[in-house]
């Protein structure tokens, strides 16, 4: 059975950091493209970063470029999200997926909430 468990959320003030983690089992994605998504309150699911296989190409939307910052460990089959900079319009819950998502894959998601 495949899961995908997201960690390392919480509450932060504005300016300050976070680093999320997905740790991956069930299978090896390490062949993988992997994102992160956000949802936020009352909003759809977007992605907000997205890496290759082998993390040498990165993707990030407009609004977290030059704060965020995904990484992989392939051989942890794990993926990163580190959010520096955090600003309130950050706050929802975090997933990690394949990229593009497989609906089966979606887990609990980790809760960020960033205070003005």
């Known amino acids: 059975q495949v899961q995908l468990v997201e960690s390392g959320g919480g509450l932060v003030q504005a300016g300050g950091s976070l680093r999320l983690s997905c740790a991956a089992s069930?299978?090896?994605?390490?062949?993988?493209?992997m994102g992160w998504f956000r949802q936020a309150p009352g909003k759809e699911r977007v992605r907000v970063a997205a890496?290759?296989?082998?993390?040498?190409?990165?993707y990030y939307v407009d609004s977290v470029k030059g704060r965020f910052t995904i990484s992989r460990d392939n051989a942890k089959n794990t993926v990163y999200l580190q959010m520096n900079s955090l600003k309130p319009e950050d706050t929802g819950v975090y997933y990690c997926?394949?990229?593009?998502?497989?609906?089966?894959?979606w887990g609990q998601g980790t809760q960020v909430t960033v205070s003005s």
């Open positions: 997926n394949t990229n593009p998502p497989i609906q089966s894959y």
């Open positions: 069930g299978r090896t994605f390490s062949t993988s493209a």
């Open positions: 890496i290759s296989s082998t993390g040498g190409t990165t």
